[in-house]
């Protein structure tokens, strides 16, 4: 009798053991920082995208390839240059249950417009969306848009419904630090839903049953994103099994990750570029000493360029994982030459000269704003530049924090002299120059303005004759480049690593897509 | 005998302290340790061509040099250099300046807060002794760590961004003596309880001496021994509380590293088989703590009249 109840208990230990074993796999996900927010419109940010990439979907998506192709829309046409229609998959469901319609996708574009949101600038030229029955939806632009799908790849859709019924119709208000229920929640029509949010700790991924796809490996059923500041600690913890993937993977330990036999490391020019800005429009330095602000000549900022040797960087602190870079985008977008990528040389003397000539002998003192958990040694840069503007007496002091606060702090006007990085997931340079480069664009900190190249957008807008619109952005380039905008570091190169046995495609956006992924 | 000059250095070479010193060959080496150390932190501009505190002297292709008697080593980095360039032999001096000017500082600190409390406090008994000693009983049940850490919270809260970084040393100063005072309170209190109910007090008492003279003239010298050995004893835990408290990054800011900002910035790269980096800072520290430890250690056993 007794040993019958033994044999019942075993055996039921035992069946719970072999069915989490067989049917429930799961990958744990690592990076050095989390998700800014969890509402879909507040944050345009790498982490906070790749998170909510895995719950919500957009009408069209970049697959693994990075090419545009369907997702919720089956299929498009434009009827006029300004005129869209978008059909829309009628298997949708929300993972709570509700038809996903037209309606939905009518009130996401138009939340993603509002003025809290983060998207705005993404889809200004459209002017006018409406449903034309349950799956067709017709979307107005203000001038011909050659980008329009490129940029509808990043508005991801929400349900019209839960938004209403928890307070969350406008975009969550990030700058003000506003809470709400679209922040620390997410329900979308994607292959996940999210079951516990805990910012900065854990993040759990389930397996929504309700998406209408399919996913490459079945049995994966759940995503543990569990962020680790620590680039030794998140090392440890992946070659200690206690973490599957880890999709920053700091560029000093490659080797020994990929010494271990149970590991594999896989490497990929990342579609970011990271610079410094200038404050050129202030009158006087927040930070300075000087009483003006030197940022405004252009031979200072030239002298500060040149005095950067980003050689060294790649070498000595990016182990020769990144691409120097001349500006603000890279192979693959739209209006990338070579040519325009060269750097202006490393040259002390010269940079010295330039100081002098612009009135500035003896330099100047300035703080330098970085974040020290959003780029791939993001402090390292910055602490190797403050050295390396030492050279030329400029007095740089460093001042690291977390992502969170350094963009925050940016985006209200406390940087003179920042580290940021820019990726375009458009693949196209009206992007970058819509948003770093534009009067009064929301990211242009450095406050550069100038005519020409605000006319060189209007035409990167709405010129659909491509060899003008190129023209355009060549000249943009040129300009910016000229002026010295921005002091251009390198291009990113990431670094993936995993166990071998856990496959999730690496992908220049540096965005895992779960549904591809599989655990062998 | 007597044909001997009484001079200051007779007296000491004729000193128990001195006799036990020499027949204590840990006493000399830890000693001896702890003087090359001493000497060579404050002196450091002197021992060293390198500055790692001026961003503009170090030059970034020299990062991550591994010692010089490795393969790749430069004789010129004898300890090799960190990510940023900094030639580690100096760095570590440089970092010890700082972690020592904290610990005796912390210590000092604790020492006059905690000895003018004890001793006040034994002296004048009654109910300021209860509070005073029920503060010390709150005190030790906070794990030092954490208060200094609750210090350094607060500090960050009042005082502004651009002045932490001029103020960490002292935030760091008094949060470590702060956590170590009890210690200092309670000794000096229960010796002078001893020493109050002796004849030569109450004489002073009778003849009129006042309170304050015959505290710390009068019955201070006859607690010292005890308070210079917790007081050494001290001093090695401030210098590992001053490096805990660094490596958690609530300590000075990276530009101007201590030992424990040194054995945290390195700790990145300990997989990456830059080893050094972190290694040395470490090896370092333990040698200084535990020399420190072992002076204390033959202090108590000397200056104890009850263990010999």
């Known amino acids: 009798m007794k040993f019958n109840n033994l044999l019942k208990i075993l055996l039921a230990v035992l069946f719970v053991f072999a069915s989490t074993q067989t049917f429930a796999k799961t990958i744990k996900w690592s990076m050095q920082g989390d998700s800014l927010t969890l509402d879909p419109h507040a944050q345009n940010e790498g982490p906070t995208t790749q998170v909510s990439r895995q719950v919500y979907e957009a009408l069209v998506t970049r697959g693994l390839d990075m090419s545009i192709g369907p997702q919720l829309a089956t299929k498009w046409k434009a009827v006029d240059p300004n005129t869209w229609y978008f059909y829309l998959r009628d298997d949708v469901?929300?993972?709570?249950?509700?038809?996903?319609?037209?309606?939905?996708?009518?009130?996401?574009?138009?939340?993603?417009?509002?003025?809290?949101?983060?998207?705005?600038?993404?889809?200004?030229?459209?002017?006018?969306?409406?449903?034309?029955?349950?799956?067709?939806?017709?979307?107005?632009?203000?001038?011909?848009?050659?980008?329009?799908?490129?940029?509808?790849?990043?508005?991801?859709?929400?349900?019209?419904?839960?938004?209403?019924?928890?307070?969350?119709?406008?975009?969550?208000?990030?700058?003000?630090?506003?809470?709400?229920?679209?922040?620390?929640?997410?329900?979308?029509?994607?292959?996940?839903?999210?079951?516990?949010?805990?910012?900065?700790?854990?993040?759990?991924?389930?397996k929504n049953g309700k998406w209408w796809g399919d996913m490459k490996d079945k049995s994966v059923t759940e995503i543990h994103l569990l962020p680790i500041k620590n680039a030794a600690t998140r090392v440890a913890a992946l070659l200690s099994g206690e973490i599957d993937l880890v999709t920053d993977a700091p560029v000093q330990d490659l080797a020994r990750i990929g010494s271990s036999s149970g590991h594999k490391v896989e490497s990929t020019p990342q579609m970011r570029t990271i610079f410094l800005g200038m404050d050129q429009a202030a009158d006087k330095l927040r930070t300075g000493n000087t009483g003006d602000n030197p940022f405004k000549k252009q031979k200072v900022r030239q002298a500060l360029y040149q005095a950067i040797d980003i050689e060294a960087i790649k070498k000595k602190v990016m182990r020769g994982l990144s691409e120097p870079a001349g500006i603000i985008t890279f192979p693959g977008v739209t209006g990338y030459t070579a040519e325009l990528d060269k750097r202006l040389p490393y040259d002390v003397g010269a940079a010295k000269k330039l100081l002098a000539d612009a009135g500035y002998p003896n330099g100047f003192e300035v703080e330098l704003r970085c974040p020290n958990d959003r780029y791939v040694n993001d402090e390292a840069i910055c602490t190797a530049v403050v050295g390396m503007l030492g050279k030329i007496g400029v007095k740089v002091n460093l001042f690291a924090q977390t992502k969170s606060k350094h963009f925050k702090e940016l985006k209200d006007n406390q940087g003179d002299f920042y580290m940021l990085g820019w990726g375009v997931p458009t693949l196209d340079s009206h992007y970058v120059f819509h948003y770093l480069y534009e009067t009064g664009a929301s990211w242009n900190k450095v406050n550069f303005s100038n005519a020409d190249v605000d006319a060189a957008i209007r035409v990167m807008e709405g010129e659909v004759d491509l060899d003008k619109r190129n023209a355009a952005i060549a000249n943009a380039w040129k300009i910016v480049r000229d002026n010295i905008a921005y002091l251009p570091l390198h291009h990113q190169v990431i670094s993936w690593a995993s166990k071998s046995n856990v496959d999730v495609p690496i992908r220049p956006n540096n965005e895992p897509l779960f549904r591809f992924s599989s655990i062998n | 005998m007597g044909n001997k000059k009484i001079t200051w250095l007779n007296r000491v070479k004729n000193s128990d302290i001195y006799y036990s010193f020499i027949k204590s060959p840990t006493a000399i080496v830890s000693t001896f340790i702890l003087i090359l150390i001493f000497f060579c932190s404050f002196f450091v501009e002197f021992v060293t061509p390198y500055n790692p505190f001026d961003p503009s002297s170090l030059s970034l292709m020299d990062a991550f040099t591994p010692p010089s008697w490795t393969e790749d080593g430069l004789a010129k980095f004898v300890l090799g250099t960190d990510g940023q360039g900094r030639d580690m032999l100096a760095t570590i001096l440089y970092g010890s300046r700082i972690s020592l000017i904290v610990g005796f500082s912390a210590v000092i600190f604790a020492l006059v807060l905690g000895v003018g409390l004890g001793l006040s406090a034994g002296y004048f008994g009654g109910k300021y002794e209860m509070i005073v000693?029920?503060?010390?009983?709150?005190?030790?049940?906070?794990?030092?760590?954490?208060?200094?850490?609750?210090?350094?919270?607060?500090?960050?809260?009042?005082?502004?961004?651009?002045?932490?970084?001029?103020?960490?040393?002292?935030?760091?100063?008094?949060?470590?003596?702060?956590?170590?005072?009890?210690?200092?309170?309670?000794?000096?209190?229960?010796?002078?309880?001893?020493?109050?109910?002796?004849?030569?007090?109450?004489a002073s008492t009778i003849i009129g001496v006042s309170n304050l003279i015959i505290m710390f003239k009068h019955i201070l010298p006859n607690i010292l021994r005890p308070i210079l050995v917790i007081g050494t004893i001290g001093l090695a835990l401030a210098i590992?509380?001053?490096?805990?408290?660094?490596?958690?990054?609530?300590?000075?800011?990276?530009?101007?590293?201590?030992?424990?900002?040194?054995?945290?910035?390195?700790?990145?790269?300990?997989?990456?088989?830059?080893?050094?980096?972190?290694?040395?800072?470490?090896?370092?520290?333990?040698?200084l703590a535990f020399s420190i430890n072992l002076l204390g250690d033959w202090m108590r056993d000397t200056l104890n009249p009850k263990l010999n």
């Open chain 1, 93 to 206: 469901k929300f993972s709570n249950g509700q038809k996903m319609t037209s309606e939905d996708v009518v009130f996401s574009i138009l939340r993603a417009k509002q003025p809290t949101s983060d998207f705005k600038e993404y889809i200004s030229t459209i002017s006018g969306v409406k449903a034309i029955d349950d799956y067709t939806v017709q979307i107005k632009t203000s001038k011909p848009n050659p980008i329009l799908l490129n940029q509808l790849s990043n508005i991801f859709i929400m349900s019209k419904k839960w938004c209403h019924d928890n307070f969350a119709i406008v975009p969550q208000n990030w700058d003000a630090s506003q809470e709400t229920f679209s922040a620390v929640n997410a329900m979308g029509t994607g292959p996940f839903k999210i079951t516990l949010r805990e910012p900065n700790t854990k993040t759990v991924f389930k």
């Open chain 2, 133 to 202: 000693m029920r503060l010390t009983d709150v005190q030790l049940t906070v794990p030092s760590i954490l208060m200094a850490l609750l210090v350094d919270g607060i500090a960050r809260g009042i005082i502004s961004r651009e002045l932490h970084d001029e103020m960490a040393i002292y935030v760091l100063i008094f949060a470590i003596g702060i956590s170590e005072w009890p210690q200092f309170a309670r000794v000096s209190r229960a010796a002078t309880l001893v020493e109050k109910n002796k004849d030569y007090v109450s």
């Open chain 2, 240 to 287: 590992i509380a001053e490096a805990t408290l660094s490596f958690l990054g609530v300590g000075v800011p990276p530009t101007t590293p201590s030992l424990g900002t040194l054995i945290r910035l390195g700790n990145d790269f300990l997989f990456s088989g830059e080893w050094w980096i972190t290694f040395f800072p470490a090896i370092f520290l333990v040698i």
